[in-house]
């Protein structure tokens, strides 16, 4: 599948699964009160959209074993460098990230972060929010300049607002194995599948026998616009009503 359409099933899982998250007191930094007056453990509007963002960035995460993904262009000369060792790590595209183990280890190392480096925690958090935003084309049409420009305002003013808003980061490595795994599933419903259980070469392709072909019309034209749709609804529904 194309970037934006990961990134925007990755927004989708985080917006349908989250509110059950904030049952969970482990993944939550605040709190707040209900109508009766009874302090819940809750995730806020902020973290449910900064929540929604990193899912969207983490569900790029796998195809860094891919020179030509928006992932590995997102950053100039050093993500496709970084992307071109993880291809060679990996064994190729549609290898070693993109398998459930790669999630897993991806979302313990956002855990670690969040909970032992806040730096190291930001810089992730960052580098998620402006990948999201690439790729769900935030930019000047034709300009790839002035889009990166406005891809780093964008970015560096969402964080602030999550910082002054007092979101917290518990919930870090749940929102990064979220997303990728997500990418996981959405590249399991293509011609070629991944190996889900790698270091098991056996592909899976979900539905059995049907496979989206990549960047394709029904990709483009329909299924990006559906879930664009999806995910306003899903924010509204979650966060406005709050």
């Known amino acids: 599948m194309m970037g934006h359409t990961h990134a925007l099933t990755g927004a989708i899982a985080w917006l349908g699964v ?15 009160y209900i109508e009766t007056g009874v302090m819940v453990n809750a995730l806020t509007p902020a973290e449910f959209i900064a929540g929604a963002l990193v899912c969207a960035g983490a569900a790029m995460l796998p ?12 950053f100039g000369p050093v993500t496709w460098v970084l992307s071109k060792g ?3 790590l990996a064994g ?24 032992a480096q806040p730096l190291g925690r930001d810089i992730m958090v960052v580098l998620l929010i402006g990948l999201a935003l690439r790729a769900i084309g935030i930019g000047v049409p034709g300009k ?11 970015t560096a003013g969402l964080f602030l607002v999550f910082r002054s808003d007092g979101v917290g980061y518990a919930w870090l490595g749940v929102a990064v194995a979220m997303g990728c795994l997500v990418h996981v ?12 259980l790698w270091p098991m070469k056996q592909r899976w392709l979900l539905p059995w026998k049907i496979g989206i072909k990549t960047g394709r019309a029904f990709e483009q034209k329909f299924l990006a616009p559906v879930l664009s749709v999806v995910v306003l609804g899903l924010v509204y529904w979650r966060i406005l009503p709050v």
Not at 146 to 154: D, E, G, I, K, P
Request: aromatic share 6%; net charge negative.
């Open 63 to 74: 195809d860094l074993d891919h020179p030509s993904a928006t992932i590995a262009q997102t």
């Open 86 to 88: 993880v291809n060679w």
């Open 92 to 115: 190729g595209h549609r290898n070693a990230t993109h398998s459930l183990l790669f999630a897993i280890a991806a979302g313990f190392g956002a855990h670690y972060l969040a909970a």
């Open 144 to 154: 790839k300049f002035a889009s990166a420009m406005v891809n780093v305002a964008l």
């Open 18 to 32: 989250a509110p059950s998250l904030a049952a969970l007191p482990l993944l939550t930094e605040s709190s707040r």
């Open 185 to 196: 599933v959405g590249d399991c419903c293509t011609e070629k599948g991944c190996p889900v």
